[in-house]
C-alpha cells in the first residue's frame, strides 16, 4: 500500500515533469529537441534545487537512451519513461 507522502511525492515528480515537458515544448509539438531536453532537466533541477547540472554529453546519453523510437526527438511517453513514470 503506498502512503500518503508517497503518493504525494510521485504526483508531485508527475506534475513537475508535465509543467516543464510543456515549458520547454514551445511550439506545442508534443516532442522535445536535444536542446530542449537539456532546459527540461535543468528546470526540474530549478524544481527540487539538486545542484546537478548535466553536461552536454550526458544529455545526449540520455536522449540515446530514452528516444525508444530513433525520430531524434522526445515525445512526452518518452520523457516520463526516462524519469520511470510511464
Ligand atoms: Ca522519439
Known amino acids: 500500500m503506498t502512503s500518503y507522502w ?3 511525492k510521485e ?3 508527475e506534475t513537475a515533469i508535465n509543467n516543464a515537458f510543456y515549458f ?3 511550439d ?3 516532442s522535445i529537441s536535444v536542446t530542449e531536453l537539456k532546459l527540461l532537466v535543468e528546470t526540474i533541477n530549478g524544481y527540487y534545487d539538486t545542484g546537478i ?3 552536454d554529453e550526458d544529455i545526449a546519453h540520455l536522449v540515446a537512451v530514452a528516444d525508444k523510437d530513433k525520430d ?3 515525445s512526452l511517453a518518452e520523457v516520463k519513461a526516462m524519469f520511470n513514470k510511464a
Open 6 to 8: 508517497q503518493a504525494f
Open 11 to 13: 504526483y508531485a515528480a
Open 72 to 74: 531524434g526527438s522526445l
Open 24 to 26: 520547454v515544448d514551445k
Open 28 to 30: 506545442s509539438s508534443g
Open 53 to 55: 547540472h548535466p553536461k
